[in-house]
């Protein structure tokens, strides 16, 4: 990797968001198997980790809504849907794993899989969803701004799209890194921000989330944090309260003291 990437681990450009088409292709190659190689593949061990996170930060802002077609975007096993399964009526998965396309059903609701275009164009008519859940996703592709907005062409007028992501480098991905794919890195918050304001969805909510110091002490205690109501609520008033600490590239440990992701409510 020879091009210097100053801006990018400054925050002030997004890698790959300017990639061209065939460096989306090799991108989308590397990571179609990687949230998938990491852990995910296997169903009787897999374990959904943010059913609470989602619940705090987006599950509530859609409480009591029949939703008669809602889209994950890397949804997986579909798992992140569970809570609010009884509001859905069908399910739409993209996902560019094998390993999930054989589910045609979550909890009783219909589903079915589709395999993502590397150009990041979606497969659907306009206004197709009520609801698109993109929760960890967009930071493992390339061309995010082209994905936010076919979400917001496919998203019904009076649509919630639910977001979340980090908004930190995660180190250098020009090296390999220990529990995270080849190419994954975060969204610079400022960059997020416009991204969202070119698509013209509305943001209903933002919050900030995963504070660092929440899932290492969950960790040690063999606890996932933000499938714990306490931990998820404790991390909510961690990242409110060092919210002012978002810088993108963190190689010191002060600035590390900041929340790693952002979830967003979105609406058209």
């Excluded at 029949?66 to 009884?86: C, K, M, N, Q, Y």
């Excluded at 592709?141 to 076919?150: D, F, L, T």
């Excluded at 991905?173 to 304001?197: C, D, N, S, Y």
């Amino acid at each position: 990797m020879s091009t210097d990437l100053t801006e990018y681990f400054a925050g002030t450009k997004l890698y790959g968001d300017d990639f061209s088409l065939a460096e989306i292709e090799a991108w989308f190659k590397d990571e179609a198997e990687g949230y998938a190689d990491l852990g995910a593949k296997n169903r009787s061990t897999y374990r959904y980790a943010y059913t609470e996170l989602n619940k705090r930060h987006g599950y509530r802002y859609i409480a009591g809504r029949t939703i008669d077609h809602a889209l994950g975007l890397g949804s997986a096993w579909g798992d992140e849907f569970l809570p609010i399964v009884r509001q859905l009526r069908r399910i739409t998965i993209v996902d560019p794993s094998d390993a999930f396309s054989l589910t045609d059903n979550i909890a009783g609701v219909p589903c079915r899989y589709v395999k993502p275009r590397t150009t990041g164009d979606l497969p659907f008519v306009d206004g197709s969803f009520d609801l698109i859940a993109c929760l960890g996703v967009l930071h493992h592709i390339p061309n995010i701004s082209r994905v936010m907005a076919e979400c917001q062409r496919c998203l019904r007028t009076g649509g919630v799209m639910l977001v979340r992501e980090p908004i930190t480098s995660m180190g250098d991905w020009r090296r390999p890194r220990t529990g995270l794919t080849k190419r994954e890195r975060g969204i610079p918050l400022k960059i997020f921000h416009e991204v969202i304001a070119k698509t013209g969805l509305r943001i209903r909510h933002r919050a900030f989330c995963v504070f660092p110091v929440v899932p290492k002490l969950a960790g040690k205690a063999r606890l996932a944090a933000f499938n714990s109501r306490s931990l998820t609520a404790l991390d909510a008033v961690l990242s409110a309260a060092f919210g002012w600490n978002t810088r993108y590239h963190r190689t010191r440990w002060f600035q590390k003291f900041g929340p790693q992701s952002v979830y967003f409510v979105l609406e058209k």
